[in-house]
């Protein structure tokens, strides 16, 4: 009897490792996705105006080489969001974590070729990582009211930890990759979104880097975006 009973128990603690996690996995993605949904917009057209767009990070090349579509991609959709008026600055939030990788910067030179003013860019040299950039953008650069631009399978979490820091944001997603180029790293997103779920409710993640504010200018003025000019 106590071996069937010991048997028992050890069944459970196996099914409740082998089900918890993957119902965790299961239930952060669809929070994520359910509570952002709403706001996420595929036109230009379509996408609430708003004085400033936050630019999310990534390698302008691959390990091969190549240009990284996920790149082109982001900079088209912010450079077009731009030119449709739908935003007047756009803070360029990635990594540059040594002297020979730097997304910011890059991101820059890409958006300048695009027909974007410098006057109208800023650069995060800190935006590590999706948290890293939309904590910042609250914290350094006195952001309450954004939109975020990205691909459109990102932009679902980078919205989800705008509403968990108290951002109004809004987000121009751009065209994803059909699936047999882009299924690993769509995947590796499912993972993302419980990261993300963890680093607020559990983990305390905090911006790896602070900092000095920083006042955004307009590129149409002089004047500078402020958190009190958007409330």
């Not at 400033?52 to 190549?66: D, E, M, Q, W």
């Not at 900079?75 to 935003?87: P, V």
């Not at 990582?129 to 952001?143: C, E, H, K």
Request: aromatic share 10%; net charge positive; hydrophobic share 45%.
């Amino acid at each position: 009897m106590r071996l069937s009973l010991r048997l028992a128990w050890w069944q459970r603690l196996i099914l409740l490792g082998t089900t918890l996690p993957p119902l965790f996995v299961a239930l952060a993605n669809a929070w994520v996705l359910i509570s952002t949904c709403g706001r996420v917009f595929s036109q230009p057209a379509s996408v609430p105006a708003n004085a400033v767009g936050l630019v999310l990070g990534t390698a302008k090349r691959l390990p091969t080489g190549g240009l990284n579509p996920y790149f082109q991609n982001r900079m088209q959709a912010a450079a077009d969001l731009y030119h449709a008026g739908k935003i007047k600055h756009l803070i360029l939030s990635g990594s540059n974590q040594t002297l020979a990788y730097d997304e910011p910067t890059e991101m820059r030179q890409s958006l300048r070729s695009l027909g974007v003013p410098d006057a109208a860019m800023t650069a995060d040299y800190a935006g590590r990582r999706t948290l890293d950039s939309v904590v910042r953008a609250r914290d350094i650069f006195g952001q309450t009211r954004f939109t975020v631009i990205s691909d459109k399978f990102h932009v679902y979490r980078a919205l989800f930890l705008c509403d968990q820091y108290g951002i109004a944001a809004v987000a121009y997603g751009a065209p994803d990759l059909p699936w047999l180029v882009s299924a690993r790293t769509r995947l590796r997103e499912y993972g993302a979104r419980c990261k993300a779920v963890l680093d607020v409710y559990l983990l305390g993640t905090q911006p790896r880097f602070r900092g000095a504010p920083i006042a955004l200018p307009l590129a149409s003025d002089s004047t500078t975006i402020t958190p009190a000019a958007q409330k």
